[in-house]
Structures are given as C-alpha cells and as structure tokens.
C-alpha cells in the first residue's frame, strides 16, 4: 500500500493556539451537555467474568527525558484512577475518558509530568495520562466493545526498542477534546478494573457474562516513507482478528490506520 504525502509541520502563533484550544474545549462541552449520549457514571465494586487484563510498566528508561518526570506521572495516575476505576458502562451508554477524569490541575494534586507536544517533550500539568488512555485503548479492542472515538499520536517520537504491541496501538489524550470514547452495544454491561502495582499499571474489563470471542491484533502495510521537506514519516494498518473461542476465526476487521511524522532518523537503528 503506497499512503499520501505528510505536509511539513507549521508552527502556529501563541494566539492561535490558545483560540483554537477554547474553540474545541468549548465545542466538546456542548457535546457533552447537549449531544444526546448518555454517559456512563455508575461504580461497581463487584463484578463477574473477565474478558481482558494487561499491565504496562510504570517506569521506562526514555532518551532525554529526566526520570522524575517517571514518579511524577505516577502520582498523576493514581488521582485519574480514582475518577474512572471501576466505572460501569451498561448497554447503550458511552465512556468519555475526560468527562470522567475531569480537568488536571494543581488544586486537584497533579504534578507536572512528561507531555509530548508537536513531538518534543515538555513538562506539564498532568503530564503522563496518555499511558492511561493506551492501555484502556488497548484492553477495549480485546473485548466487543466499540470505540467510538480515538486519536492517534501524530508524531512517532521514540525507537521502537522494548515495544511489545504494534505501533499505532495507542489513544492519544488532551484535554478534553482529544477524548476516548467507548460505546456498549452489547446486551450487557462492562466494568473497567484500573490499578496501581509497585512496577505496573493494570487495566480489565469484567462482564456479567463470560467471553463469547477471542481477539488478536495485528499490524499490517508498515512503511517508512522519506518526505519531500526532508523529514521520514512512518504508516500502517491495525486490524484485529475474531476467534470464536473454539479457534475458529469468525471476522477480521480494520480497527486504525496511523499516519506520524518521525522525530528520530530510522536509519540510525534503535537507540533507548
């Protein structure tokens, strides 16, 4: 598969940015009040089968980027977890990963921590929820479960060394119109199960009634193309097999496809 052309990115002015951000702010919270969806809200403590569980490191070894940063993006998932452990999405309601969260701010305890913005690493509040919306992200396609919304990292920013899920496997976030949203449209309901390990963050989704399929994700038509304006840009497709639990394969579906400038020359190897 041969993708379009990337244009080169353009550095907008500070007035620009900060009207675009209320312009979309604003609209997500118009969708939120008046769009119509009704949002899931309710808490469970106790629940019955288990569909999907992962766990991903809370600490990794990134170049350039200062180890506090590490420990503060952990004091910040253990606020956002209060908010959204243990939500109940019953049929017919939709997650909204920031409608949960809300806001991080200062007053709320989050830290500054590691954002990425237009590929470069900065410090900010509430830096290093995106490992949060990744691995919800990631456990969902495991379940029949439907993401109704889904951003992806428009920049791929670090080598791929120690990946253990195909690039583009992510949901980037910023609030709050850079959302996460999963729908039920399933005849039962789903509780998402977020906890904190010394080393792991750990993601589940239980359900009312035991998994009917089996999902595997896969990448296909990876390419690294090199750009006109000098730069590489790197694309796929994610897909996702179903399995029926007997083995037998009953779809195979088109999740994502991903399109990132690459802030790192692929032709020196992986560096950590």
Not at 51 to 77: A, C, E, G
Not at 148 to 175: K, L, M, N
Not at 220 to 236: A, E
Not at 258 to 264: L, P, R, S
Request: with cysteine; proline share 4%.
């Amino acid at each position: 598969m041969r993708y379009n052309k990337i244009e080169k990115p353009k550095d907008r002015s500070p007035l620009r940015l900060v009207l675009g951000k209320t312009y979309f702010r604003g609209r997500r919270w118009l969708r939120w009040w008046f769009g119509g969806i009704k949002f899931a809200k309710v808490r469970s403590e106790i629940f019955g089968d288990l569909h999907f569980s992962h766990q991903t490191p809370l600490l990794r070894q990134l170049k350039d980027v200062d180890m506090y940063l590490q420990h503060n993006k952990i004091i910040n998932l253990r606020i956002a977890l209060g908010k959204i452990d243990g939500v109940v999405i019953d049929p017919g309601e939709t997650l909204s990963y920031w409608r949960l969260i809300g806001k991080p701010t200062r007053r709320k305890g989050y830290v500054s921590g590691m954002l990425l913005d237009k590929g470069r690493v900065r410090m900010g509040i509430g830096g290093g929820l995106c490992q949060l919306s990744n691995l919800i992200y990631w456990i969902t396609l495991h379940t029949p479960l439907t993401v109704v919304e889904r951003h992806r990292h428009s920049f791929d920013v670090f080598p791929d060394a120690g990946r253990t899920q195909p690039f583009g496997s992510g949901a980037t976030c910023f609030y709050n119109y850079i959302d996460l949203m999963i729908k039920n449209e399933t005849n039962q309901p789903f509780k998402l199960s977020l906890y904190l390990t010394d080393s792991h963050l750990v993601g589940s989704w239980y359900s009312t009634q035991p998994p009917e399929f089996r999902y595997e994700i896969y990448e296909k038509d990876h390419l690294i193309q090199s750009q006109y304006w000098g730069g590489y840009t790197r694309h796929n497709v994610i897909g996702r097999r179903v399995f029926i639990l007997d083995g037998k394969l009953f779809d195979d579906q088109i999740v994502a496809e991903n399109h990132a400038i690459m802030m790192y020359n692929p032709l020196l190897g992986q560096v950590e």
